[in-house]
């Protein structure tokens, strides 16, 4: 199983930006950020596959960018920008096994404040 490691999160006001790392122990192509905002159910907000192509939550779409080191498979990124207050949450990241399709790799989650 992989160790995942976040790094990044803070506080800011609304409209400005941060940027996520999340290190992994292990090689792993298909990885993702996940999102958990106080009250409300865990949701993707990001999700990248084997062949670099990522899929955004609407929520994020045009404000946030992931990426990842191709070289080594072991980092992924997100650049926020435009924060807004709801974009409040405990940020995860995740990882799949052989690109199954499902999560089983999770940090333990860094977390962004946005005021307004």
């Known amino acids: 199983q992989a160790q995942l490691r976040e790094s990044g999160g803070g506080s800011v006001q609304a409209g400005g930006s941060l940027r996520l790392s999340c290190a992994a122990s292990?090689?792993?192509?298909?990885m993702g950020w996940f999102r958990r905002a106080p009250g409300k159910e865990r949701e993707a907000v990001v999700s990248?596959?084997?062949?670099?192509?990522?899929?955004y939550a609407d929520a994020v779409k045009g404000r946030f960018t992931v990426s990842r080191d191709d070289n080594d498979k072991k980092s992924l990124y997100l650049q926020m920008n435009s924060l807004k207050p709801e974009d409040t949450a405990m940020y995860y990241c995740?990882?799949?096994?052989?690109?199954?399709?499902?999560?089983?790799?999770w940090g333990q989650g860094t977390q962004v404040t946005v005021s307004a």
């Open positions: 292990e090689r792993r192509v298909c």
């Open positions: 995740a990882a799949q096994r052989l690109c199954s399709g499902t999560f089983v790799d």
């Open positions: 990248i596959n084997r062949d670099g192509i990522s899929t």
